[in-house]
């Protein structure tokens, strides 16, 4: 795979059976923000029949396009946290609350359960 300076990414396949697949999964870091539209890729490819016959020209070249994404909104990681940090406050608090009320029960049935086995105990001795 080769990247360059452009922005573009060039990846070779020297053979490629019939029905076979290959991919390529490219991610890109944003420097700016906001609503960005987003391209289709373009891929330009060479058929088996036109290598083994001629020199390789941009004529033979073949073009195919990937779909795109439409319009995207690409926020900062500020931003974000920003508006997710909310719900993580009151999932927090909400877990603490009723925690409690799944805990308490279970502490005091703890306690009640040793003081009966302390209990039978002294009766078996």
Do not use: C
Not at 55 to 62: A, G
Not at 66 to 91: F, P
């Amino acid at each position: 795979m080769d990247s360059k300076e452009d922005g573009s990414v060039a990846m070779l396949i020297e053979e490629l059976a019939p029905g076979g697949q290959a991919s390529l999964n490219v991610t890109v870091i944003p420097k700016l923000y906001g609503i960005y539209e987003s391209t289709r890729a373009k891929i330009k490819y060479i058929p088996n029949s036109v290598i083994e016959g001629d020199d390789p020209l941009e004529s033979n070249f073949r073009v195919g396009y990937s779909t795109s994404l439409g319009r995207i909104k690409i926020v900062s990681a500020q931003e974000h946290l920003r508006a997710t940090s909310y719900y993580l406050k009151d999932w927090a608090l909400f877990s603490i609350t009723s925690g409690t009320s799944f805990i308490l029960p279970f502490v005091f049935w703890y306690l009640a359960k040793a003081s009966n086995v302390k209990i039978t105990k002294r009766k078996a001795n």
